[in-house]
């Protein structure tokens, strides 16, 4: 099968035949997958991780074995879904092997130095708080808030209603907001 077009006009359906067709085809098929979506995938693994070493290791992860599987699959489906959803369960696992446990994250939070810049600080805090949101809530914030899909993708993704989705969220913006109000006050 020849390219009539430029790979970036392809649809993802269309890479998915693409994948199926030829190793050469496959191999820019697979590159464009992975210019696309590559951003996404990471930064998913590392709000959810909050380890830059640990969020590559899944990275990479996540697209070998999309990269290994693709083909043994008879159909399409939602590549970027895909991609996130077996993130999450890379993320959960690492999760559970490393027995990662918040009172070590908020140690290490407490003995920083005292010159640390006031954004940073925020900015962790930040992502303390999101780790503290219920996982439904959590979820669907860092998809809707840090993913920028839409409230439809989310419900998708999540497999839940439209409004399902914006009510994740709303709770979500709510417990962070509750959860960064004592931090907040001190700043002023």
């Known amino acids: 099968m020849k390219l009539g077009k430029s790979i970036d006009k392809y649809t993802d ?4 035949v693409l994948i199926n067709s030829n ?17 996404s995938v990471y930064k998913f693994c590392y709000f959810y991780l909050k380890n ?21 699959s008879p159909e399409s489906v939602n590549i970027k879904s895909y991609l996130l959803r ?14 990662i446990e918040f009172s070590e994250v908020y140690e290490n939070l407490l003995t920083m130095d005292n010159d640390y810049l006031e954004e940073k600080e925020l900015k962790e805090q930040i992502r303390l708080s999101i780790d503290l949101l ?21 419900g998708e993704h999540l497999n839940i209603t439209l409004s399902g989705a914006q009510s994740r969220v709303v709770r ?9 109000e004592p931090y907040l006050k001190e700043l002023k």
């Open 23 to 39: 190793k050469k085809n496959a191999d820019i098929a697979y590159t464009e997958i992975y210019h696309r979506y590559s951003t």
């Open 172 to 180: 979500a913006k709510e417990q962070l907001i509750s959860l960064l």
């Open 86 to 99: 077996s993130a999450k369960n890379h993320c959960l696992n690492k999760l559970r092997q490393s027995k």
């Open 52 to 72: 830059q070493a640990d969020a590559e290791d899944v990275f990479q992860e996540v697209f070998v074995k999309y990269f290994t599987n693709t083909d043994k």
């Open 13 to 16: 359906d269309e890479l998915f």
């Open 134 to 154: 219920d996982e439904k809530y959590r979820e669907a914030f860092i998809l809707k808030e840090i993913e920028n899909m839409t409230f439809k993708e989310v």
